[in-house]
């Protein structure tokens, strides 16, 4: 991902230095979708979002045998390229895949520095526990060029004509962060928090944004297993007590029989003689 954001640049100034020859002013949009998996593992997307018109009537306002069109598909990110029409806007759209998100270059406008510090680096950590799952995640979008970058250019630069048309219409640059996250949402500091788990940024042009998303999965095959054992253990108890009621019953039926042993043999010998025996 050296690259990667330098081509969206070199996409941006060739959108932008269009709207002189075009009477519309509508805005171009950069959409920064990521999609992370509980593994580590996630896509991210770069659709770029032209005015169709811009595409066009472009084709009048560029002196090269190469259409404006097939300009925006060649200087596009790798990735698993698409293009489609929608509500007037033509997109680009580049996706990427990655196996580790903890190795995914931040994102920034001017890809200022090609070996960050750690802090630029995404972060995703997970915390399973018993009943549940914590997830937490952190990145940095940067959608300002580095002044040292503007100081060390001359006018007719990329990076400085980009800044210098950015900011005197900050309209013109629309850029949107979303982040598919894998469990629910519990806090984070987006804009919004859509359906399906997706955090939403705004970042103007000129901003830094640091991301930050903490969610929770419960663990119903925990719960469920609770349940189970607190089942058996019952069942078990229940068990046990049938066992000791039956035993104590037996204690005390056995106490309350009749003595008939001695007892009755002398009582035998008392009411009947030896001579009552000779006579039968």
């Given at each position: 991902?050296?690259?990667?954001?330098?081509?969206?640049?070199?996409?941006?100034?060739?959108?932008?230095?269009?709207?002189?020859?075009?009477?519309?002013c509508d805005p171009t949009?950069?959409?920064?979708?990521?999609?992370?998996?509980?593994?580590?593992?996630?896509?991210?997307?770069?659709?770029?979002?032209?005015?169709?018109?811009?595409?066009?009537?472009?084709?009048?306002?560029?002196?090269?045998?190469?259409?404006?069109?097939?300009?925006?598909?060649?200087?596009?990110?790798?990735?698993?390229?698409?293009?489609?029409e929608e509500d007037g806007?033509?997109?680009?759209?580049?996706?990427?895949?990655?196996?580790?998100?903890?190795?995914?270059?931040?994102?920034?406008?001017?890809?200022?520095?090609?070996?960050?510090?750690?802090?630029?680096?995404?972060?995703?950590?997970?915390?399973?526990?018993?009943?549940?799952?914590?997830?937490?995640?952190?990145?940095?979008?940067?959608?300002?060029?580095?002044?040292?970058?503007?100081?060390?250019?001359?006018?007719?630069?990329?990076?400085?004509?980009?800044?210098?048309?950015?900011?005197?219409?900050?309209?013109?640059?629309?850029?949107?962060?979303?982040?598919?996250?894998?469990?629910?949402?519990?806090?984070?500091?987006?804009?919004?928090?859509?359906?399906?788990?997706?955090?939403?940024?705004?970042?103007?042009?000129?901003?830094?944004?640091?991301?930050?998303?903490?969610?929770?999965?419960?663990?119903?095959?925990?719960?469920?297993?609770?349940?189970?054992?607190?089942?058996?253990?019952?069942?078990?108890?229940?068990?046990?007590?049938?066992?000791?009621?039956?035993?104590?019953?037996?204690?005390?039926?056995?106490?309350?029989?009749?003595?008939?042993?001695?007892?009755?043999?002398?009582?035998?010998?008392?009411?009947?003689?030896?001579?009552?025996?000779?006579?039968?």
């Amino acid at each position: 991902m050296v690259n990667y954001f330098r081509k969206i640049i070199a996409i941006l100034i060739t959108i932008i230095f269009l709207i002189p020859f075009i009477s519309s002013c509508d805005p171009t949009f950069i959409d920064i979708y990521t999609q992370l998996n509980t593994d580590y593992s996630g896509t991210r997307t770069i659709d770029i979002a032209v005015k169709t018109d811009y595409i066009e009537k472009g084709e009048i306002a560029l002196s090269q045998n190469q259409s404006l069109f097939d300009k925006l598909l060649s200087i596009l990110p790798e990735g698993e390229i698409e293009t489609y029409e929608e509500d007037g806007y033509t997109h680009f759209s580049s996706k990427m895949a990655f196996e580790d998100v903890n190795f995914l270059k931040h994102v920034s406008i001017d890809n200022f520095s090609d070996n960050p510090s750690e802090r630029f680096i995404a972060k995703m950590e997970l915390d399973d526990y018993f009943l549940h799952r914590e997830v937490f995640f952190e990145d940095y979008v940067d959608m300002k060029i580095d002044d040292t970058l503007l100081a060390s250019g001359d006018d007719n630069s990329d990076f400085n004509r980009l800044h210098d048309l950015a900011s005197a219409d900050s309209d013109i640059l629309t850029i949107t962060y979303q982040v598919k996250f894998p469990v629910k949402i519990i806090e984070s500091n987006a804009d919004l928090i859509g359906g399906d788990n997706i955090a939403i940024w705004s970042i103007p042009y000129g901003q830094e944004q640091n991301i930050h998303i903490e969610g929770r999965k419960t663990k119903f095959l925990s719960y469920f297993l609770i349940v189970v054992l607190g089942l058996i253990g019952l069942f078990i108890l229940f068990i046990i007590f049938a066992l000791l009621l039956t035993s104590r019953r037996k204690r005390l039926s056995s106490s309350k029989r009749p003595a008939r042993t001695y007892d009755n043999y002398f009582k035998r010998d008392r009411y009947f003689s030896s001579d009552d025996e000779d006579e039968v």
